[in-house]
């Protein structure tokens, strides 16, 4: 089974044998991935009760909960790496749950689409109406991501948080993609933190 | 029958111990796949087959039986009554040995770490070391989850369905209704009623209480609304204007106590009753439920219905809180359920499947 491509760039900044959990972790198929390629303890959240039950069918330890909510419960790093993949623009209170991510997690993994990238300003500034693309393919009034960022967005508010950005990838078409230019030409990204 | 002195947690003892319990399945040859399945408040052992007493078959055959999520095909499984019961364990029905009439209101009180440390004796007796999991639903959870805590090394998962760490006040309360409407019955007797003159008419108001509780107000209104028992009633008479079993609903609660006291002795509802409101996993530990999991490698699964409310989400969710809390392998979810409480009992797949996929990977 191939890994959605934003999902392998996560998979890739984790390191074998560590303790990971998934924030948003959907079916669970990140987290299978590491357990069965890099022997991690994974351990996931996710809203949704049919996506808690596949993920649990599939063995892995998920809880159904909701990172604006539930993060609270875990103590200070007690994960080497808490993932927070495609979901930051869905949370209410982003900034809370970064924080809560490097709090959780030694280090804190976030991807997620880029608002700045140069279809969606077009689509903005010549067609004049809400993007709608491949990373963000459902309509405004449907959406549940309701925080969109750039790429510098990001940047800037992990510096206003006092955060280190240990890493950065970028992907655009499916394929990662240097840094050059990156809040106008990646669709996602996914950064590495730490505090 | 195990030999006493048996100790319990209040300090008393019982001179000896009888467990009534069935098994389905082998031991495998390393011991491996030994489940021990605890029932809930008015359960028994005939978990999967059918109740010699009653005719009945057994109370989980939605999860327990061959090809279903715990199998006899795979695993051996061990279901016994608990203590204080009355279907083969030791109990207030019970002979005292030392006055060799029925112990009635004389048996000690137990608790649900009485009901578990019983359970381990018995896997002692059946040579079983390390269980692969302890599975229940409701009391049957709480029992589950204190397996974990009482016996850490000896249980490699938990599930618990439906249930609770501790008796809130509101459990608290609706029991003491069920024991005030025993105990207001004259045929009581103080506890020692002969046999054949049990106090059923107040059982039988316990278990009517009780059984709303097992239910939601959707499922109630889903099932009888607010209709007449009498379907042919014309308008004019059909108020009746008396204290008949008037509503489908009322008719369906008086046959259900009735249909509960021949199968239930009311001095064993009192003893179970009471020992679910002393449970509470974190009074030990000035209310900290995170610290009654500490260290513990167990793993965990934990399953809510959205209608209960007699061991709601939340309850559910302290658990999980306190197992994160304590770095436990936890999964938890709240399935959705018009049901109740009682929706562990019935059909629901979506509870099959997290049951087998969590198994397995245990397995």
């Known amino acids: 089974m191939s890994l959605r491509p934003d999902l392998a760039a996560i998979a890739d900044a984790v390191p074998a044998g560590a303790r990971v959990l998934d924030i948003g972790c959907g079916d669970g198929a990140l987290l299978a991935h590491l357990r069965d390629t890099k022997g991690v303890d994974a351990r996931g959240i996710d809203v949704s009760a049919a996506n808690v039950a596949t993920a649990v069918a599939r063995g892995l330890s998920v809880v159904q909960g909701d990172a604006d909510a539930d993060l609270a419960d875990y103590p200070d790093a007690a994960f080497d790496m808490a993932i927070l993949s495609d979901t930051l623009q869905a949370m209410q209170r982003p900034a809370a749950v970064l924080a809560e991510l490097v709090r959780i997690g030694r280090r804190g993994v976030v991807s997620f689409p880029n608002f700045g990238h140069w279809r969606v300003r077009g689509s903005l500034a010549v067609g004049g109406r809400m993007p709608m693309t491949k990373s963000l393919p459902v309509s405004w009034h449907e959406t549940p991501n309701i925080h969109f960022c750039t790429v510098d967005d990001f940047r800037a508010l992990a510096v206003t948080m006092g955060l280190r950005v240990e890493s950065a990838d970028f992907l655009s078409g499916g394929r990662r993609r240097g840094g050059a230019l990156a809040n106008l030409l990646a669709e996602q990204a996914v950064f590495v933190l730490s505090r | ?363």
């Open chain 2, 1 to 363: 029958m195990l030999p006493g002195p048996y100790p319990l947690l209040s300090g008393q003892s019982l001179a000896g111990l009888e467990i009534g319990y069935e098994t389905y399945g082998r031991l495998n040859a390393d011991g491996s796949n030994a489940i021990l399945i605890c029932h809930a408040l008015t359960g028994d052992q005939h978990v999967a087959s059918l109740n010699p007493r009653t005719g009945k078959p057994g109370w989980w055959p939605r999860l327990v039986g061959p090809g279903l999520p715990i199998d006899p095909d795979r695993h051996f499984i061990i279901a016994s009554n608990v203590l204080g019961g009355c279907s083969g364990s030791s109990g207030p029905g019970s002979i005292d040995p030392a006055t060799a009439r029925r112990y009635a209101m004389g048996f000690p009180v137990i608790t649900i770490r009485d009901m578990v440390r019983a359970q381990a004796l018995l896997l002692d007796h059946l040579g079983v070391g390390i269980l692969l999991a302890v599975v229940g639903g409701s009391m049957g959870g709480m029992q589950a989850l204190d397996w974990a805590v009482a016996f850490p090394g000896r249980v490699r998962n938990v599930i618990a369905i439906a249930s609770a760490a501790r008796h809130s006040a509101q459990n608290i309360a609706f029991h003491e209704v069920g024991r005030q409407a025993i105990m207001a019955d004259p045929n009581w007797a103080g506890g020692a009623y002969p046999e054949d003159k049990p106090p059923a008419a107040g059982l039988a108001v316990a278990r009517m209480a009780a059984h709303i509780t097992y239910l939601s107000e959707a499922g109630l209104t889903a099932k009888f609304g607010r209709r007449l028992q009498n379907r042919d009633a014309d308008k004019a008479n059909a108020g009746g204007f008396g204290f008949d079993a008037e509503f489908q609903v009322e008719s369906y609660l008086r046959h259900q106590g009735l249909a509960f006291t021949e199968r239930f002795d009311a001095n064993s509802y009192l003893y179970i009753t009471r020992a679910l409101d002393y449970f509470d996993l974190a009074a030990p530990h000035d209310g900290q439920l995170a610290l009654a999991f500490a260290g513990t490698k167990t793993r965990f699964a934990l399953i809510s219905f959205t209608t209960d409310w007699l061991y709601p989400t939340a309850e559910s969710r302290r658990v999980v809180r306190a197992l994160n809390a304590a770095g436990a392998a936890v999964s938890f979810v709240e399935l959705e359920s018009p049901f109740g409480h009682d929706a562990f009992l019935l059909e629901a797949p979506e509870m099959n499947r997290v049951v087998d996929g969590f198994l397995r990977a245990g397995e």
